[in-house]
């Protein structure tokens, strides 16, 4: 249940053990990755915003946080820098529409975990943190590579972030927009 906090709207889900903060404006992206970790086993929160994530991971003190790389006005620095002052050891993953080698090298650098690219699946998200931190036991036996109906999804939900919008991504496909809202409305298949 989305509530109305500070400006923003919040989505909490009780953690108990392995905790996931994402964070993100979008809520349909967020909504889709907080379903994907709690069907691997994580409990996730989500947040809109950078005030809300951080008094949510004050109170939760997630494992990974999983933030986008803008909000508005504000970036995923006004995010990493309060959270490592107050304390909060989490593994920091940015996912972004639109990277850049330039903003890769400096997250790198900062303690940034992993740079991903929009669409990416929570599997990918974790398996990109524990390569990072070296620790590759529980993906020992998981293939690297995902359906085919799955890479078709992901590269359709790709082609409308990157179009802007359902008719510009239809045109780009060619296929016609209704199509493309049937494809769109699916659940995403399994890896």
Known sequence: MWERGGG???LEVNVVTRGVLIVDSQYAF???LRTGFTQLGYH?????????????????????VVSEQRFGAKNWLD????LKAAGINARFAIVTAS????????????GVAAY????VSPRNIIDAVMLASED????ANQPTYCSLERAKWEYINMMVTTAGSIAEAARRLRVERRS?????????PAE
């Open 136 to 139: 590759l036991s529980h993906c």
């Open 180 to 188: 493309l809202r049937r494809m769109l409305a699916k659940y995403p």
């Open 99 to 110: 990277g850049s080698i330039t903003n890769a090298v400096m997250a790198t650098r900062l």
């Open 116 to 119: 991903l690219a929009k669409p």
């Open 79 to 82: 995010l990493l820098t309060p």
């Open 30 to 32: 967020a909504s889709q």
């Open 44 to 64: 996730a929160s989500v947040a809109e915003c950078v005030e809300d994530a951080l008094l949510l991971a004050k109170e939760i003190h997630p494992e990974l």
């Open 8 to 10: 923003c709207y919040l």
